[in-house]
């Protein structure tokens, strides 16, 4: 019988047979999917006199690129120089927010909230991680690489959880960064002379910015306020010993490695302080920060001592030891030896520990849940039973739904890692945790075997719970940060009671150091957006096989990609989203399946909590500038778990209601038991 699609073709005067003859020489070409393959083809046909060969798709690709090349010449420890590629990140910001108008609408709404001047610098945002390009089963470390990426804090909460509010001006192979001098530490350092303070950097003459509907450009003034990483990208950023060394935390000078065998030698500075503590010290109190002052000192001192070992004045063994006992490594050429930059920038004030490292990402939740698996082999469950609990009934919210119903995944066979070993993504252990959670206060409430290691994952899972709702603004960062350090104080007691200290990492601590990042900031900012970002890098790296220019051509290939997405893609931060249509009965009201509001999307028949109340979403409304949900209120039955209650499911002819979008949470997940929905909320 033929299709509806070939009777179409034949009333346009096409022969059916040779048309799909023609397709099936073009599908998969390349590898290409066929979305793609038809987005290709439309464009061709739009602009049919355009020339097309590999050597002027290279040149095309390169073009934007060259205009806002820089090139930085970087000692190599073999004593040659060699030639950087990089985009001058004053450039890059300038030449994407001209060339996107979506864009520029969000820096010209920032601006009208935080005007700008050298007086009043915007804050940037300065993030950075490795990551491996192809097979994640299969790393090939030779292709590793550091991706660099900025933004600023007075865009707003919105537009810093969306990718396209951030830009990459370096991706730099590992290997090379390997044989640099100084190496990351040296490079980032030259990095920020020629974003902050070259002649045309952002600190000293500012970067102008063409918005549109606006007479004049914009200049933008910005001071670097947030250096975000996680333990290891610090660690080669500060030429630090990282968690590996005898001092496993940046910021305290007095935190010492588990298991030194020196903190109880240490005599006390004075009657009142501490002697030094490892790192399963649950006393906050004890930590001693070291200001900026005091890490010049050192880094001095180190580098003289470095000159006169050079000079055989002092034997070698002399700058091991005082490397080891400072916990730092710093050469002429790294980023704590810069006088300039000391005067201009205070590193100690500005570093970022990155929670989701340190709590998701074989961090502190990670640990403990897998430690809870091991501990689940005393009662007869298996890894298995866990699996097939997550497997079935489980319901979530649409803009999590196509991960987290794989979520079963983690505890299956192949991902068992063998006992106290969890082996899952960041983003998988976020949609994890409250899963357990529940499956541990719902299926092993009377296991007293148990009971100790039950109350260390829950106190970690509190950890967590403080800290998202900072980040979703359900609670100020002022509000978050002592609740957050009581809770990791907390998590510290229960696991040692329940395990000791043997599987206490120096994530432990750094929690800590997340709590007092709260108490600075006004905002929550993370890695799981930089994540992201290596999803894009990721795929233009995946195609570059040679790697004799390997990072002008992912550079290129990335700023394109940029530019093309912001030109097509719908950058809406505060709105519906999809097909709108008008309110039946209130012409000035729209109606869509789905609306975004500080980084949270809802969309029809999600579940959302509005205070003490849920109810199901059956449409999202925009009126007069504000959003709105209509829902179907759902009626209390009963608590099932500190996090979770039962409700009864609405009824077809039951009223609904308007709630402010403003007011609301998203269910984390739901299942049906009997005649109710059990609902979880962080």
Sequence with gaps: MESRHHKRLRTLGINPSQNTISLQQLVHVGGITNAALVKVVKQLRNTPDVVVSRRLLQEANLDSFIDIRHVQSIPMLDGTNWEWEMSDPNKLLAYVVRSCPRLSDVFSNAAKQHPCSPESPWSLIVA????CPGNPLRVNNKRKAMVLSFSFIELGREALWHEACWFTPILV?????????????????????QHLFAAAGISTAGVPLELSGQPQPLLLFAKLTHLLADGDGLRQACEWKGAAGLKPCVRHWNILKLGSDLAHRAPDLADEDPQFVEIDCEDHTKFRAST???VHQMVDAMLATQRRVAAGDLPKNRLEQLQRVCGFSCSPRGLLADTFLRQQINVIEVLRYDWMHSCLQDGTVT??????????????????????YLKTGWCFPASTRPKNKMLW??????????????KCSASEMLGVFPLLRH????????????ALQKDAYLAVCTTVDIILRAKKGLLSTREAAPLLRDAVQQHLHLHKRAYGSDHIKPKHHWLFDVADQLARDDIVIDCFLVERLHLRAKQMANIVLNTRAFERSVLSSMLLCQRNFLLEADLTLHGLIGKTAVFPGVPAARLSDHLVLNGLRISVQDLVFCESSVGFVTACCL????????????????????????????????????????????????????????????
Excluded at 128 to 131: A, I, N, S, V
């Design 128 to 131: 950075f991680d490795e990551f």
């Design 173 to 193: 192979r590992h290997s090379v960064v390997m044989q640099a001098a100084g190496g990351w530490s040296a490079m980032l350092r030259a990095y920020l002379h």
């Design 292 to 294: 900026s002052a005091e």
């Design 367 to 388: 640990t403990e849940a897998g430690l809870l698996l091991g501990a689940f082999d005393s009662i007869d469950i298996s890894p298995k039973d866990v699996e097939a």
């Design 409 to 422: 995944q983690v505890f299956s066979e192949c991902r068992h890692c063998g006992p106290e070993r969890l």
């Design 439 to 450: 499956y541990v206060q719902t299926q092993m409430s009377n296991q007293p075997a148990i």
């Design 623 to 682: 009126e007069g500038g504000e959003l709105f949900v209509v829902v179907e209120e759902l009626l209390f039955v009963m608590r099932v778990s500190t996090h979770s209650d039962a409700w009864r499911p609405p009824r077809q002819d039951g009223q609904l209601k308007v709630w402010a979008a403003t007011r609301l949470e998203l269910a984390v997940a739901w299942y049906a038991e009997r005649d109710t929905w059990v609902v979880l909320r962080l």
